[in-house]
């Protein structure tokens, strides 16, 4: 199992674009995570999915949006990029009900807005 | 608000030394308390929590309520413990989605 992986590594848009980030879940997890980290700080949460619906949404603007598939993989949107949302944007899986529902973490997407 | 707070961006102590890592809160019920640790070019993993109560990697960490502290700690650093340590609470009441501290760095010198 290569656990939560994350596409792309890198990503290098412009102000005003628009921008999908890929996440594929652990093996035997139903529920993803999104977080964003900017630089020095811890990560933030954006939003959760689980079944192709999103559970909860932390304080992030509806530019930031997602989907989940019945895979349970998930994509992470942001329209109208604007300088501050460059930072490393995280997945996480964990499978929902389960008592010791540990949130595992994908290496990231680097995203860098110029 | 819920909030996680750790008051040290740097820790820097000696291969041998004790090591506590600070890590304060304020949440309004009944969380669960997380120390997640990130290695160099490595991804954000799961140290421990507080309801397992193990030692892992020698760390330990205590949930005090009263203080609303749960601040990790090891007796004797070792150079491998350098890291970025991230404090963080969930609630099954809030879905179970983290909130975590800044961060502290801890640097282990030989």
């Known amino acids: 199992d290569a656990g939560v992986t994350q596409s792309p590594t890198h990503l290098i848009k412009t102000r005003g674009q628009q921008v999908t980030l890929r996440c594929s879940p652990k093996?035997?997890?139903?529920?993803v995570s999104w977080y964003q980290q900017a630089l020095g700080q811890g990560p933030q949460f954006i939003f959760q999915?689980?079944?192709?619906?999103?559970?909860q949404r932390g304080n992030f603007p509806d530019r930031f949006s997602g989907h989940q598939f019945p895979n349970y993989s998930s994509e992470l949107n942001v329209n109208a990029l604007l300088l501050g949302d460059s930072a490393l944007y995280l997945c996480?899986?964990?499978?929902?009900?389960?008592?010791?529902?540990?949130?595992?973490f994908g290496p990231g997407t680097r995203l860098t807005v110029l | 608000a819920q909030r996680v707070t750790q008051p040290e961006k740097l820790l820097s102590v000696f291969k041998g030394a004790p090591v506590e890592l600070k890590c304060n809160y304020s949440?309004?019920?009944?969380?669960?308390l997380f120390w997640y640790v990130q290695y160099s070019r490595q991804r954000l993993q799961l140290l421990l929590r507080?309801?397992s109560r193990e030692s892992i990697k020698g760390f330990t960490a205590d949930l005090n309520k009263g203080e609303t502290s749960f601040h990790l700690k090891k007796p004797f650093a070792q150079e491998e413990d350098s890291a970025m340590y991230y404090c963080?609470?969930?609630?099954?009441?809030?879905?179970?989605?983290?909130?975590f501290g800044q961060g502290t760095e801890l640097s282990v010198k030989p």
């Open positions: 949440y309004s019920g009944s969380p669960e």
């Open positions: 963080a609470l969930s609630s099954r009441n809030q879905g179970g989605k983290l909130i």
């Open positions: 507080h309801i």
């Open positions: 996480a899986s964990s499978s929902l009900g389960q008592v010791t529902d540990t949130q595992y």
């Open positions: 093996s035997g997890h139903d529920t």
């Open positions: 999915y689980y079944e192709e619906e999103e559970r």
